[in-house]
Structure formats: C-alpha cells, structure tokens
Nanobody, 127 residues
C-alpha cells in the first residue's frame, strides 16, 4: 500500500523557517517525480515546488516561493524522502501543505498528473 506521510508543519512567526518532510513507502520512488502543493482556506490547491526523479534532479518552483523555498530529496539510492525547506515565511504562506508523487520521473506543476498524495500538514505563519 502506497503511503506518503508529511511532517514538520506547525506555527511560526513571519520571517521564520520550517522544514517539511515527506516519507514515501509502498513502492519504489527513487525514479518518481515528487511535488509539494498547498491549499489555503477558501482557496484552490496550488503548486509550490517539484523535483524530478532523474539521476540529476531538476527542480521547479512557483514564483511566489522562488528564492525562499527549496525542495530536495534523499541522496541515497532510495530517494524516498522529500523535503521542503521554507525560509523567510510570510503570513500568505499559511496553508495545508501536501506531498505528492508521480509514477514517472518527469516533474510536473499540474496536480492532476500526480498519482499519490499525502494527508497534508498544516503550516501557520503569524504576522
């Protein structure tokens, strides 16, 4: 059974940092593209960051987080854990953050192209 389990969310003041983790299990994810999405109250889920499953990782970010957030994955052969380092957090970053995985290695910013999803972790940034 495939599972994606996020952790690391919480409450932080504006300007602070958090590191989210996503542990994937149930199948081999070493060649899978992974992504982070978020959903704020009353808003649609939106793309945050993605990383490819290729031998040399390729990353892509939403403009709203570029330069502040960094996506990465374990460098061992498993590569089943993905991280999202979030710096210089802003109140508008408040949302439930979801980890997602594709069955293929190419990254995507389109949530409909992801095959597996985690349950989400809450991030709240106070002003």
């Amino acid at each position: 059974q495939v599972q994606l389990v996020e952790s690391g969310g919480g409450l932080v003041q504006a300007g602070g940092s958090l590191r989210l983790s996503c542990a994937a299990s149930g199948r081999t994810f070493s060649r899978s593209a992974m992504g982070w999405f978020r959903q704020a109250p009353g808003k649609e889920r939106e793309f945050v960051a993605t990383i490819s499953g290729s031998a040399v990782s390729i990353t892509y970010y939403a403009d709203s987080v570029k330069g502040r957030f960094t996506i990465s994955r374990d460098k061992d052969n498993d590569k089943s854990t993905v991280y999202l380092q979030m710096n210089i957090l802003k109140p508008e970053d408040t949302a439930v953050y979801y980890c997602a995985a594709r069955a293929v290695s190419s990254y995507s910013i389109n949530m409909r192209e992801y095959d597996y999803w985690g349950q989400g972790t809450q991030v709240t940034v106070s002003s």
